[in-house]
């Protein structure tokens, strides 16, 4: 079975810096591609970052530069850190591991950025 577990969200002022994490576990980590969504009230789940299992990346345009993808597969743990965070980063933030047949899902993390 599956699980995903997110954690490092929070309450931060404008400018300031988290970092997310995803911890996996039922897999074999290190094969699978992971991304980390948003979901903004009343918006559409968006992609943020993805990351493959060779260690590509890429990101949304809104937010190049500022937040980074990074996977630790001795940990089965991927990363978002997030910095110069904005009020319109505000969202619960979802990792995903999508590898045919499995594309699973955590139940995500409230990251409100608010001064």
């Known amino acids: 079975q599956v699980q995903l577990v997110e954690s490092g969200g929070g309450l931060v002022q404008p400018g300031g810096s988290l970092r997310l994490s995803c911890a996996a576990s039922?897999?074999?980590?290190?094969?699978?591609?992971m991304g980390w969504y948003r979901q903004a009230p009343g918006k559409q789940r968006e992609l943020v970052a993805h990351?493959?299992?060779?260690?590509?990346?890429n990101y949304a345009d809104s937010v190049k530069g500022r937040f980074t993808i990074f996977r630790d597969n001795a940990k089965n743990t991927v990363y978002l850190q997030m910095n110069s965070l904005k009020p319109e980063d505000t969202a619960v933030y979802y990792c995903?591991?999508?590898?045919?047949?499995?594309?699973?899902w955590g139940q995500g993390t409230q990251v409100t950025v608010s001064s």
């Open positions: 995903n591991a999508r590898r045919s047949p499995i594309d699973s």
């Open positions: 039922g897999i074999i980590f290190s094969i699978y591609p």
């Open positions: 990351i493959t299992s060779g260690g590509s990346t």
